[in-house]
């Protein structure tokens, strides 16, 4: 079957031709045979790949396609939109990883034989990692329970035997298939609200069927039994796929056995994963991986952990892997919760269980007591169900407030705890502080449930502009005499970059200072940075927890010592200035000096070949550090990522010259060490002179002119863009050139230690007033 069900835009085909946008708009003006739309809009059409293939090699025109281009195009153009696109190739993933063999005889012949067989086959890996669907009315025959479940087995199962009749079996096969599709409005955290679908205990579902030479044997079971206390009525987070369905999906599917031939199956679906995460920014809200790891280490090993509001795993996917391990995972999207499934699946050998529903109005796992839970929930979460749960047993510290979802997610998940279970919770600041939860904050402080406070740095996570907190918590065994909390500050470890603070630092000192008072029940005074309270001493009327409101300040020795380093610093960067200032401007006039040079524009110069332009916002395959239009006008190192693709990269070589394309300002940097081998970011373009015809420095100091930068922008109503091939140099032979970029190169050596001045001075003063303030400094 060819794939005309894949339809793909004019900037996939533009990709696949290695090609500009504009190109395809020509060749569908020019050609009358160009394929026609199919989809999309007027505006934005889509195209039948396959038609568009056949056209470009008939043209000539077509490159050649990476795989990884060709996959990813066939998802995103899949009838039943990429995310469905994505669960059933992660289905064909994990039979590819599991039973290869079986794999290879449902994939072998046509499309329709595949389609055919495939059900069949999946189920067989499905049912064991995932669970079957259980509840009322599916006409299952109850069999021997292993671990509190039906184990329904065929004639071959090491589980033993319980026959099925035909129809939940073919109920079992379409069952729930329509979640992974349903449209929903996603939450600040990723999640989405839908109706509530939970997921099933490991069953090992296989059904008996006749004999027959083409079907792949059904698989035996494995895996262990698991005593999943699920609710009744849930329905698996992926349900097994129907031919009707695999039709369609038939060349993804080959294609994606391909590539994972090449990378592997865990690679492969991270890959078409991440890829999708990155062309949706705005549609899911993700955990950093840096802070997930740092939440899986605090919560330390596990045997069962359960993550409630899931997203896409991250976090479920940074706990260390163990023998019998069982992972749970629920979230209100329901392709969300399957996209987990599938990733964790095909991370580890482990037990999974996800569950697509509303965890705090329909819990899938109201008896299950797990030993870690991890928690990424969404924030300031308003429709929560404070009128429904008034009276929900979860609210073991007290009914929060509707403005206080942050404190309901907390008592689920200490609801969820085995005792001395951990807990981790990622929480915005304000539940800390607000009034609305200080009897909540209290009731957890009183009976030992919170153990620490951790504040992240700015930009740890989203959102990225508030230094978001860690809330370490624990079922209490009993009440300890004189409970102490532990309050850890990282703010010190922010960054000015955009790429997140310094992980490793955090890292350090909060595991450094959990480790110690989890062993002691308590911690030496570490100012600035770390303390254990009394519980007493945070029992007043505001019950506020921020770290930073407790902390002891730094030392007076410590503080003198830093503040004399940096105005020692400070002093030899004035110094340094001093001696860079420019001097003197003579006013006399060179009677050799021609009044106006001869000109010439970037444009030019490309054409005739002294350099070569290019732009960025590529990201290539490995993800490389990315020179932002921020970093060149702030003059800092490359601190951005780009999304991973096939499109190659373009990569700063020293002598390169960068100009910022938007925003009016006069800029251009030449590459030095501090910027060589970095991805060219968005809005910038690249200038690489012939060294035998063009000086860098010259050519980046003309570029900065306001008169020759104020000639070659055009202006729209809210922006100024900069047209780099309008920007003018004058005609200058090479030495004359080279002695304008000394004087360039001057400027800027004298530029970056002003920068480099005025960034000490704030230092300087903000530590003077904070000083003398906190009675570190003296005012004589």
């Given at each position: 079957?060819?794939?005309?069900?894949?339809?793909?835009?004019?900037?996939?085909?533009?990709?696949?031709?290695?090609?500009?946008?504009?190109?395809?708009?020509?060749?569908?003006?020019?050609?009358?045979?160009?394929?026609?739309?199919?989809?999309?809009?007027?505006?934005?059409?889509?195209?039948?790949?396959?038609?568009?293939?056949?056209?470009?090699?008939?043209?000539?025109k077509?490159?050649?396609?990476?795989?990884?281009?060709?996959?990813?195009?066939?998802?995103?153009g899949?009838?039943?939109?990429?995310?469905?696109?994505?669960?059933?190739?992660?289905?064909?993933?994990?039979?590819?990883?599991?039973?290869?063999?079986?794999?290879?005889?449902?994939?072998?012949?046509?499309?329709?034989?595949?389609?055919?067989?495939?059900?069949?086959?999946?189920?067989?890996?499905?049912?064991?990692?995932?669970?079957?669907?259980?509840?009322?009315?599916?006409?299952?025959?109850?069999?021997?329970?292993?671990?509190?479940a039906?184990?329904?087995?065929?004639?071959?199962?090491?589980?033993?035997?319980?026959?099925?009749?035909a129809?939940?079996?073919?109920?079992?096969?379409?069952?729930?298939?329509?979640?992974?599709?349903?449209?929903?409005?996603?939450?600040?955290?990723?999640?989405?609200?839908?109706?509530?679908?939970?997921?099933?205990?490991?069953?090992?579902?296989?059904?008996?069927?006749?004999?027959?030479?083409?079907?792949?044997?059904?698989?035996?079971?494995?895996?262990?039994?698991?005593?999943?206390?699920?609710?009744?009525?849930?329905?698996?987070?992926?349900?097994?796929?129907?031919?009707?369905?695999?039709?369609p999906?038939?060349p993804?599917?080959?294609?994606?056995?391909?590539?994972?031939?090449?990378?592997?199956?865990?690679?492969?679906?991270?890959?078409?994963?991440?890829?999708?995460?990155?062309?949706?920014?705005?549609?899911?809200?993700?955990?950093?991986?840096?802070?997930?790891?740092?939440?899986?280490e605090?919560?330390?090993?596990?045997?069962?952990?359960?993550?409630?509001?899931?997203?896409?795993?991250?976090?479920?996917?940074?706990?260390?892997?163990r023998?019998?391990?069982?992972?749970?995972?629920?979230?209100?999207?329901?392709?969300?919760?399957?996209?987990?499934?599938?990733?964790?699946?095909?991370?580890?050998?482990?037990?999974?269980?996800?569950?697509?529903?509303?965890?705090?109005?329909?819990?899938?796992?109201p008896?299950?007591?797990?030993?870690?839970v991890?928690?990424?929930?969404?924030?300031?979460?308003?429709?929560?169900?404070?009128?429904?749960?008034?009276?929900?047993?979860?609210?073991?510290?007290g009914?929060?407030?509707?403005?206080?979802?942050?404190?309901?997610?907390?008592?689920?998940?200490?609801?969820?705890?085995a005792?001395?279970?951990?807990?981790?919770?990622?929480?915005?600041?304000?539940?800390?502080?607000?009034?609305?939860?200080?009897?909540?904050?209290?009731?957890?402080?009183?009976?030992?449930?919170?153990?620490?406070?951790?504040?992240?740095?700015?930009?740890?996570?989203?959102?990225?502009?508030?230094?978001?907190?860690?809330?370490?918590?624990?079922?209490p065994?009993?009440a300890?005499?004189?409970?102490?909390?532990?309050?850890?500050?990282?703010?010190?470890?922010?960054?000015?970059?955009?790429?997140?603070p310094?992980?490793?630092?955090?890292?350090?000192?909060?595991?450094?200072?959990?480790?110690?008072?989890?062993?002691?029940?308590?911690l030496?005074?570490?100012?600035?940075?770390?303390?254990?309270?009394?519980?007493?001493?945070?029992?007043?009327?505001?019950?506020?927890?921020?770290?930073a409101?407790?902390?002891?300040?730094?030392?007076?020795?410590?503080?003198?010592?830093?503040?004399?380093?940096?105005?020692?610093?400070?002093?030899?960067?004035?110094?340094?200035?001093?001696?860079?200032?420019?001097p003197?401007?003579?006013?006399?006039?060179?009677?050799?000096?021609?009044?106006?040079?001869?000109?010439?524009?970037?444009?030019?110069?490309?054409?005739?070949?002294?350099?070569?332009?290019?732009?960025?916002?590529?990201?290539?395959?490995?993800?490389?550090?990315?020179?932002?239009?921020?970093?060149?006008?702030?003059?800092?190192?490359?601190?951005?990522?780009?999304?991973?693709?096939d499109?190659?990269?373009?990569?700063?070589?020293?002598?390169?010259?960068?100009?910022?394309?938007?925003?009016?300002?006069?800029?251009?940097?030449?590459?030095?060490?501090?910027?060589?081998?970095?991805?060219?970011?968005?809005?910038?373009?690249?200038?690489?002179?012939?060294?035998?015809?063009?000086?860098?420095w010259?050519?980046?100091?003309?570029?900065?002119?306001?008169?020759?930068?104020?000639?070659?922008?055009?202006?729209?109503?809210?922006?100024?863009?900069?047209?780099?091939?309008?920007?003018?140099?004058?005609?200058?032979?090479?030495d004359?050139?080279?002695?304008?970029?000394?004087?360039?190169?001057?400027?800027?050596?004298?530029?970056?230690?002003?920068?480099?001045?005025?960034?000490?001075g704030?230092?300087?003063?903000?530590?003077?007033?904070?000083?003398?303030?906190?009675?570190?400094?003296?005012?004589?």
């Amino acid at each position: 079957m060819q794939d005309n069900a894949t339809e793909v835009t004019a900037a996939g085909i533009a990709r696949l031709a290695g090609v500009g946008r504009a190109a395809v708009s020509n060749w569908r003006r020019r050609h009358a045979d160009f394929p026609k739309p199919v989809g999309g809009t007027e505006t934005s059409p889509s195209f039948a790949l396959a038609d568009v293939e056949s056209w470009l090699r008939e043209q000539g025109k077509l490159a050649e396609v990476p795989l990884r281009e060709r996959v990813w195009q066939q998802l995103v153009g899949h009838p039943e939109g990429p995310v469905t696109a994505l669960v059933y190739a992660g289905c064909a993933l994990l039979l590819i990883q599991e039973r290869p063999t079986v794999w290879l005889a449902a994939s072998a012949g046509s499309d329709e034989r595949m389609a055919a067989m495939l059900p069949g086959a999946l189920e067989g890996v499905i049912v064991p990692r995932f669970g079957a669907a259980r509840g009322r009315g599916r006409g299952v025959h109850r069999g021997r329970e292993v671990g509190g479940a039906a184990a329904v087995n065929s004639p071959g199962s090491a589980s033993g035997s319980v026959n099925t009749p035909a129809e939940g079996s073919a109920a079992a096969a379409t069952s729930g298939m329509s979640a992974v599709n349903s449209a929903s409005a996603v939450n600040s955290a990723g999640a989405v609200n839908t109706a509530n679908t939970q997921t099933a205990p490991n069953t090992a579902s296989a059904v008996n069927t006749p004999a027959d030479p083409t079907t792949p044997p059904a698989p035996v079971n494995t895996a262990p039994a698991v005593n999943t206390p699920l609710a009744a009525n849930t329905t698996p987070a992926v349900p097994t796929p129907t031919g009707p369905q695999l039709l369609p999906t038939a060349p993804l599917l080959r294609g994606v056995a391909d590539l994972a031939a090449e990378l592997g199956t865990r690679e492969t679906f991270e890959f078409l994963l991440g890829r999708h995460l990155d062309a949706n920014p705005r549609q899911y809200t993700l955990t950093p991986p840096e802070l997930a790891r740092l939440m899986a280490e605090l919560a330390g090993s596990a045997g069962t952990v359960l993550d409630p509001a899931c997203g896409t795993g991250t976090l479920l996917g940074a706990v260390a892997p163990r023998p019998d391990q069982q992972l749970y995972a629920q979230d209100n999207a329901p392709d969300l919760a399957a996209l987990t499934a599938l990733r964790l699946a095909l991370h580890a050998q482990v037990t999974v269980r996800a569950t697509a529903g509303d965890t705090l109005r329909a819990d899938a796992y109201p008896e299950l007591r797990a030993d870690v839970v991890l928690c990424h929930p969404p924030f300031n979460e308003r429709n929560w169900g404070h009128d429904e749960l008034a009276y929900d047993p979860r609210w073991e510290y007290g009914f929060p407030a509707r403005n206080e979802s942050e404190l309901a997610w907390v008592q689920h998940a200490l609801a969820r705890l085995a005792d001395t279970g951990t807990a981790v919770l990622l929480m915005p600041p304000a539940a800390a502080s607000r009034r609305s939860g200080r009897r909540i904050r209290a009731d957890l402080l009183r009976r030992g449930a919170l153990k620490a406070v951790v504040a992240l740095p700015i930009g740890a996570a989203p959102p990225y502009n508030i230094p978001l907190h860690l809330w370490v918590l624990r079922r209490p065994e009993r009440a300890l005499g004189q409970p102490e909390v532990l309050l850890v500050d990282t703010g010190r470890f922010a960054t000015e970059g955009r790429g997140g603070p310094d992980w490793q630092a955090v890292r350090g000192a909060v595991l450094d200072a959990w480790r110690a008072f989890d062993r002691a029940g308590r911690l030496d005074d570490e100012p600035g940075l770390a303390r254990s309270v009394p519980v007493i001493e945070l029992l007043d009327d505001d019950v506020d927890l921020a770290p930073a409101r407790h902390l002891p300040p730094a030392t007076a020795a410590d503080g003198a010592d830093e503040l004399t380093a940096v105005r020692e610093r400070l002093g030899e960067t004035l110094r340094l200035t001093a001696d860079l200032t420019p001097p003197p401007v003579d006013h006399a006039t060179d009677p050799d000096r021609p009044t106006r040079w001869p000109l010439t524009t970037i444009g030019e110069l490309a054409r005739g070949g002294a350099l070569v332009m290019r732009t960025g916002g590529n990201g290539g395959h490995a993800r490389v550090p990315v020179l932002t239009d921020h970093d060149v006008l702030a003059g800092t190192a490359p601190s951005g990522l780009l999304p991973e693709s096939d499109e190659e990269a373009v990569l700063t070589e020293a002598g390169d010259v960068v100009v910022p394309v938007l925003g009016g300002g006069s800029m251009a940097r030449v590459i030095d060490d501090s910027t060589v081998g970095a991805v060219l970011g968005r809005s910038l373009v690249l200038l690489r002179p012939d060294p035998a015809a063009l000086d860098p420095w010259f050519l980046a100091g003309f570029l900065r002119g306001t008169a020759n930068n104020r000639q070659a922008s055009s202006y729209a109503s809210t922006a100024t863009r900069l047209d780099v091939r309008r920007l003018q140099l004058p005609r200058l032979p090479l030495d004359e050139q080279r002695r304008y970029g000394a004087r360039f190169r001057a400027l800027e050596d004298f530029e970056r230690a002003l920068r480099q001045a005025g960034r000490l001075g704030e230092q300087l003063v903000r530590g003077m007033y904070d000083g003398l303030t906190d009675g570190t400094v003296m005012p004589e």
